[in-house]
């Protein structure tokens, strides 16, 4: 007897009637109109034209999944079982993009939004946030995580990298909201052996946790609070076990010089030595680099080697931004991030992604660099790259996770649209994000949270601030000398 063919299992979402922005096999940004997205247990099992796709939601019990341009071989449910009902979701009117990657950020310091302004960084850290943050609880860590996911949540972001304290409340926190993230314990060489080993025993413990949703890094600060021996003790640990190291290097030119001074080498040749450059990095802002000594470094390296790029507070700053041409030339890819928001003020990773592709025009004094293509690249694959995520997330492809947002163009700012990519960077805001979905849940649907109560965060938080801005007590968790 013939075995009746495999069926793929239900459908958990179907997205319609949208505009989806996928990518060609080179990496090139192609939009499907009219485009029907078909979820399955968390996972894109196809993104199609309405003409190729299934005709319609199948009933409960039809054998959905026999059309052919629809593969997900992997599945069969018996005939018997009882499918799940399919949410569906009208897309007309909206584009359909992979959720937006926040590739560096301190979710916590959204509670210290605004405290610290048009101050030098010497001063904002060591006058401000360091004495402010030795203040830090739990409760508050929480609080700020929590509204900083909101914000994530209603900006489109579906992912974000985490480096800071008290990380398994933040854990917690990103599991709760439903958002994914990769998440690293921050430590200074000045906390002893105990601040290496509590960031790996934090990763090796909550990495995979929330269905999957959260994996680990290990996150030692900065070059400058991290001495070589604790550098290369965190290189031998990543690679035991296969880790990706997330830490700030080079953020501004002053670093470099300084580091040429004291060691002779720059910050990233310091990492370099340390043999961090022969595994998985994540390096945060990268504005001070030397061209002459640290590209031939990148391009050297061993490993997996990426930079988040936050424009927005380097502006703040007065520092240079991050050489996104002189990187990509090197093979290295670069995300997009927003830093804390105490020194952004927003986590809007949508902002970031306009600022990118203007302040890289003026950086090389070429109209032509960034393209708004090439900025929706940064913005989508490279960074999910950037995070150790590139074969999960950051295209809306078969296979991929299902973490989509839906941009609604339709107001005044935004019609009419001659050019859909420049569109999307030059003229929408991350309050025209519709709708927000990970990994097939939806966490925002029409503006409204589903997960994360922002009222009563405010309210919680507000009466902790006279608290946490105390800095009357003199101490600081850490000496800015970079």
């Known amino acids: 007897m013939t075995p009746p063919p495999k069926l793929s299992p239900p459908a958990d979402l179907r997205i319609t009637g949208c505009t989806a922005l996928t990518h060609g096999p080179g990496g090139e940004i192609i939009f499907v109109d009219d485009a029907v997205i078909v979820v399955r247990d968390g996972v894109i099992a196809s993104v199609t034209a309405a003409d ?59 509670a210290l939004r605004g405290l610290a302004e048009d101050l030098p960084a010497h001063a904002w850290f060591n006058d401000w946030i360091w004495p402010i943050e030795s203040n830090l609880t739990e409760r508050t ?9 909101a914000e994530m949540i209603r ?41 290496r080993a509590a960031s790996l025993d934090f990763a090796l413990r909550r990495c995979g946790t929330a269905d999957g949703r959260i994996t680990t890094c290990l996150a030692p600060h900065a070059p400058y609070t991290v001495d070589d021996a604790d550098l290369a003790a965190t290189a031998d640990l990543a690679r035991e076990h296969g880790l990706l190291v997330h830490i700030h290097a080079a953020e501004n030119r002053e670093q470099t010089v300084n580091s040429l001074a004291r060691h002779g080498r720059t910050p990233i040749e310091v990492l370099e030595r340390a043999g961090l450059l022969d595994g998985d990095l994540l390096i945060a802002h990268a504005t001070g680099l030397d061209p002459a000594r ?16 936050a424009p927005r507070g380097y502006l703040k700053f007065a520092w240079d931004t991050t050489p996104v041409r002189a990187l990509r030339e090197a093979g290295v890819p670069v995300g997009l991030a927003t830093d804390g928001a105490a020194s952004n003020n927003t986590l809007d990773v949508w902002e970031s992604m306009t600022l990118t592709a203007l302040v890289q025009k003026h950086a090389e004094n070429d109209p032509t660099w960034l393209t708004a293509r ?6 989508t694959l490279q960074s999910a790259r950037a995070v150790g995520l590139g074969r999960e997330i950051g295209s809306l492809a078969e296979g991929r996770r299902a973490d989509i947002i839906l941009v609604d163009l339709s107001g005044p700012h935004t019609q009419p649209v001659h050019d859909l990519a420049a ?47 105390d800095r009357s007590h003199g101490r600081r968790v850490q000496e800015y000398d970079g």
């Open 423 to 469: 569109t999307l960077v030059h003229s929408a805001r991350s309050g025209d994000v519709r709708t927000t979905i990970v990994d097939g849940r939806v966490l925002m649907r029409d503006r409204v949270l589903l997960t994360l109560d922002v009222p009563e965060t405010v309210r919680e938080l507000g009466e902790l601030l006279p608290e946490l801005v």
């Open 141 to 149: 860590v929480g609080l700020g995580a929590r509204l900083a996911c």
């Open 374 to 379: 090439q900025a929706l690249d940064h913005a």
């Open 155 to 195: 900006g489109g972001v579906t992912t974000f990298a985490d480096h800071y304290f008290a990380m398994d409340t933040v854990a917690d926190v990103a599991e709760a909201s439903g958002l994914r993230a990769v998440l690293g314990q921050a430590y200074f060489t000045s906390q002893g052996p105990k601040g």
């Open 294 to 309: 640290d590209l031939p470094a990148l391009r050297r390296a061993g490993g997996r080697v990426a930079v988040a790029s």
């Open 52 to 110: 190729t796709a299934e005709a319609a939601t199948p009933e409960a019990g039809s054998p959905e999944g026999q059309n052919p341009a629809i593969r997900h071989p992997e599945a069969q449910r018996p005939a018997t079982r009882h499918p799940r009902p399919v949410e569906h979701i009208d897309g007309r009117g909206t584009i359909a993009l992979p959720g937006l990657v926040n590739c560096h950020t301190h979710t916590p310091m959204a």
